[in-house]
């Protein structure tokens, strides 16, 4: 990794654009991007996803992020990340594996671009948090970033709009 490249996670509640986002700014950069790697990983399953389960998606987010590391770019988009995963292990076992906590801190994230809950919740097979669970996670997720003192910014606004904002706010990320 070049010690310019800057990693940016793109991070946030259900359906509020991260992948959107994530491939956007990838193409405008012509540059690879990491996807969201829990959403692949439990459409793969033919029950329902377990702790052991989680901790493998973690684990691949940590490796993801590892292989693209050894890239000369300028950024690594990241579509959703450790905290994500951090939270989702709190809501649904109530615990979270010891080493997790340790590699968030090991890890330097320039930028995490909160996806803001503007626009609509859409169903699918995989979401599981609509209504008032989506608002209090998108608070978890900004108290989580706080928490571990990374810095980031809130991306607002619907479709291309989204996007510029986000570009605005890489052009002040030095």
């Known amino acids: 990794m070049s ?16 992948t959107t986002l994530t491939k956007a700014l990838a193409n405008h950069f012509c ?6 790697i829990a959403r692949e990983y439990v459409e793969k ?17 940590i ?12 950024y690594i988009f990241v579509d959703t990340w450790l905290l994500n995963t951090k939270v989702w292990f709190e809501e649904v076992f109530g615990k979270t594996p010891p080493w997790l ?6 890890t330097k994230i320039d930028l ?15 979401r599981e948090n609509g209504g008032e669970q989506r608002k ?11 928490q571990f003192n990374f810095k980031f910014e ?3 606004g619907k479709d291309e709009l989204r996007f510029k904002n986000a570009l605005k706010i890489l052009k002040m990320l030095k």
């Open 31 to 36: 540059i690879p991007f990491i996807p969201e």
């Open 45 to 61: 399953l033919n029950r329902k996803y377990r702790y052991t389960d989680v901790e493998i998606i973690a684990k691949n987010q």
């Open 112 to 126: 995490f671009l909160l996806c803001d809950i503007d626009l609509p919740w859409v169903y699918d097979p995989v």
């Open 101 to 106: 906590t340790t590699t968030i801190l090991e």
């Open 3 to 18: 010690s310019k490249t800057k990693i940016i996670v793109i991070t946030g509640a259900e359906s509020t654009g991260k």
């Open 136 to 146: 209090i996670l998108h608070y978890k997720y900004m108290e989580n970033i706080k």
């Open 63 to 74: 490796r993801q992020l590892n292989e693209l590391k050894k890239l000369n770019i300028p």
């Open 154 to 156: 809130i991306v607002s």
